[in-house]
């Protein structure tokens, strides 16, 4: 029991999410109970306004659940004032959206350095592992680079060494190759696969993207307030998938 305990990274218990919208209330999610267990990779599916990723900004601790908790290590984090809650955000989760979010006037090394400056780490330190992250996802040659010098693919890259900066325990991806070309998704997808393989990343993605979402451990869909496993199996590996 005691070792089921520690495989876990996040669970949910009755998590509950509801809008009002003028005299109607909108409820996207119901008594969501969901373990996430360390080193897996997950993908949320479902149609458009079904709340996968507002379900994903919960997880992240951007949004609060309407009623229920998030536990991470035991511990329910939406229990912190909210000066706790953004410092444990930014030490223990690693985000990348659709629009990667980075800043134009900053180059590659110093859009990837942001998180480790916010958490007040050493400049050298933070800008020598974001060197490393970025040559290690194939951009080298990229470092001094501005945003609007970068293709669409490469900037994602940087959104993702951004997000691994801190050595997060849970990655989440939000539609991560929406804006991407096929074959540009293709090589995205392979890396994120690459690096929870390589390194035990915990992930949860959503995406409509059923490339991206067979590559996943598992494949849950929310639909009708309600998380539906769809899939719960290893899939190939990434040597057979390439």
């Not at 050298?124 to 970068?150: F, N, Y």
């Amino acid at each position: 029991m005691n070792n089921a305990k520690q495989n876990i990274e996040v669970h949910t218990l009755g998590l509950t999410k509801k809008f009002v919208n003028g005299t109607q209330t909108i409820e996207l999610f119901k008594d969501l109970d969901l373990v996430i267990r360390k080193g897996e990779r997950i993908a949320i599916v479902g149609s458009s306004g079904a709340g996968k990723s507002t379900l994903l900004n919960i997880l992240g601790t951007l949004e609060k659940p309407t009623s229920g908790h998030v536990f991470y290590g035991g511990s329910d984090v939406f229990q912190q004032a909210e000066p706790e809650l953004a410092k444990f955000r930014n030490r223990n989760i690693g985000f990348v959206f659709q629009f990667h979010c980075l800043m134009p006037e900053f180059d590659a090394v110093e859009n990837v350095m942001m998180p480790g400056l916010i958490a007040g780490l050493p400049k050298a330190e933070v800008r020598s592992r974001a060197c490393d992250l970025l040559e290690k996802l194939g951009l080298s040659q990229r470092l001094k680079h501005r945003v609007g010098e970068l293709s669409g693919g490469e900037q994602q890259r940087i959104a993702v060494a951004r997000a691994l900066l801190l050595k997060p325990r849970l990655f989440l991806a939000d539609e991560p190759s929406g804006n991407l070309d096929s074959r540009t998704g293709r090589s995205l997808h392979e890396l994120l696969v690459s690096l929870n393989e390589s390194e035990g990343l915990t992930m949860v993605i959503v995406t409509h993207n059923q490339e991206l979402a067979s590559m996943m451990h598992r494949v849950l869909r929310l639909r009708d307030a309600h998380l539906h496993d769809e899939r719960d199996r290893p899939p190939e590996s990434l040597t057979q998938m390439v």
